[in-house]
């Protein structure tokens, strides 16, 4: 795949390629692995929790990302600690890069506290989210606006700069979640991140520089 340049159009990433032997584009970390299957004319990409260990996911091949917009649908499980998903951007390798997840279990949660741990930016491995919390809490986690179901599919738009990050729910103007870039990397490898029960689909990505 080429890499994806300022001025071109967005690059529409064959998830499907994830449930094939080798995953061809792809580059699996952390001993992530997929399964893929189709659901309404669309294919699905499903993690597999019991492969592989902690944050994990797959960088797309041949795409260094260094500002832009990714975007991606994608749907958890209202699984307490057990569903986490989202983008990972800047990436150098399975242990350093920055990611934006969600935590499904927390949409809709009636403790206000939980509900504002929905989604949630981080850079390893320097500014882990537990850091992040203890450190600045309440800026680098927010709630969902607007909140989808626990199990339900929703759209996720990720704005990146150079110094910062942008996260936009469905179809809002506003973001949910707007937040300084911690990390002094400013290019690298993207892709999907997880840990637990996750599904994706539709992933494209726009670099505007």
Same mark, same amino acid.
């Given at each position: 795949m080429a890499p994806a340049? /300022? +001025?071109?159009?967005? !690059? !529409? !990433?064959?998830? #499907?390629s994830l449930g094939q032997p080798g995953? =061809? +584009?792809?580059? =699996?970390?952390? +001993? #992530?692995?997929?399964?893929v299957a189709g659901e309404s004319g669309r294919k699905i990409v499903h993690s597999r929790p019991e492969a592989g260990a902690n944050? %994990?996911?797959a960088f797309v091949s041949g795409i260094e990302f260094s500002e832009g917009t990714i975007?991606?649908?994608? %749907? +958890?499980?209202?699984?307490?600690a057990g569903s986490f998903l989202g983008v990972v951007f800047h990436g150098k390798d399975g242990g350093r890069y920055d990611a934006v997840y969600f935590r499904p279990f927390n949409f809709g949660a009636p403790d206000p506290i939980r509900r504002s741990h929905a989604v949630q930016?981080? /850079?390893? =491995?320097?500014? =882990?989210?537990?850091?992040?919390?203890?450190?600045?809490?309440?800026?680098?986690?927010?709630?969902?606006?607007p909140e989808p179901g626990a199990e339900d599919w929703f759209h996720a738009r990720i704005e990146i700069t150079d110094r910062r990050v942008r996260v936009f729910v469905g179809g809002a103007e506003k973001p949910c979640l707007d937040v300084e870039k911690v990390s002094r990397t400013k290019t690298g490898k993207v892709g999907l991140w997880f840990n637990?029960?996750? #599904?994706? #689909?539709?992933?494209?990505?726009? /670099?505007?520089?």
């Open positions: 340049q /300022s +001025g071109t159009e967005p !690059v !529409v !990433v064959n998830l #499907a995953t =061809p +584009g792809w580059e =699996p970390f952390n +001993g #992530a692995a997929f399964d944050d %994990r996911g975007e991606v649908d994608l %749907r +958890g499980a209202n699984r307490p930016y981080m /850079s390893h =491995p320097e500014w =882990p989210w537990n850091r992040l919390r203890n450190e600045r809490p309440g800026t680098f986690e927010q709630p969902a606006d637990g029960v996750a #599904a994706f #689909a539709n992933l494209k990505i726009q /670099s505007t520089k």
